[in-house]
């Protein structure tokens, strides 16, 4: 079934190398548009880049926190003009389009970013000249280049979605952020549920009994 799924995708390679080149060449500079390549897990999914300076990215680089969802959530949908981060602090506007094979199964991620961070500023100069209001920009994902940075954004936003300090959390939070962590993907990770325990402070056993999962070996 596995070596299927990598025969789907290098058959659509071609077709997924025009359409990330015409998207770079239509928009610029400002605009990475990266194919990832599901079909040989989370460690190395770009399989091709245009303009990686956006993000600072480049073939071989891992996935980004979407693309791990899109392994996790066999379910997962397209998502269009949402507000992300470059590492380097840029903001970008990113719409991520999720590739099937014919069983359904999404197989590859077309990841475009536009730097929008020149707009933004130009954006705001224009609102304070003519006096009129601004939404505040929401906070976005940050883009990784490396899975060990990707686990830590996530252990990181399921404090936050907690919205406690560890110390402070009961058992049950703790769990619920534990959860939250599996439905993002991070529990994918290699070696990812000794980070998490030690963020947690709890055992392996425990964690793996919040997911209603036998501990990995």
Same mark, same amino acid.
């Given at each position: 079934m596995k070596s299927n799924k990598k025969q789907a995708f290098n058959q659509m390679k071609p077709m997924l190398?025009?359409?990330?080149? %015409?998207?770079?060449?239509q928009f610029g500079g400002n605009c990475e548009v990266a194919i990832h390549n599901l079909t040989k897990g989370y460690n190395s999914t770009i399989e091709m880049i245009e303009n990686g300076?956006?993000?600072?990215r480049q073939v071989g680089d891992s996935a980004s926190e979407i693309v791990l969802e899109a392994l996790k959530d066999k379910d997962i949908q397209d998502r269009y003009g949402y507000i $992300?981060?470059?590492?380097?602090?840029?903001m970008l506007k990113s719409s991520t389009i999720n590739i099937r094979d014919?069983? %359904? &199964?999404?197989?590859?991620?077309?990841?475009?970013?536009?730097?929008?961070?020149?707009?933004t500023l130009a954006n705001k100069i224009l609102g304070e000249?003519?006096?009129? &209001?601004?939404?505040?920009e $929401?906070? %976005?994902? $940050?883009?990784?280049?490396?899975? $060990?940075d990707l686990l830590e954004q996530l252990i990181e936003e399921s404090r936050s979605y907690i919205g406690?300090?560890?110390?402070?959390?009961?058992?049950?939070e703790k769990i619920e952020a534990i959860r939250y962590l599996d439905r993002k993907g991070a529990l994918l990770i290699k070696k990812s549920s000794d980070r998490i325990s030690e963020f947690y402070g709890i055992s392996r056993y425990t964690l793996y009994r919040a997911l209603g999962t036998q501990e990995e070996s």
């Open positions: 190398a025009s359409i990330a080149a %015409g998207i770079s060449k300076h956006v993000t600072g $992300t981060h470059s590492k380097n602090g840029k014919d069983e %359904g &199964e999404v197989i590859a991620v077309i990841s475009i970013n536009y730097d929008i961070s020149d707009l000249f003519i006096n009129l &209001e601004r939404e505040t $929401t906070d %976005g994902e $940050t883009i990784t280049n490396n899975v $060990t406690k300090s560890v110390s402070a959390m009961t058992k049950e």
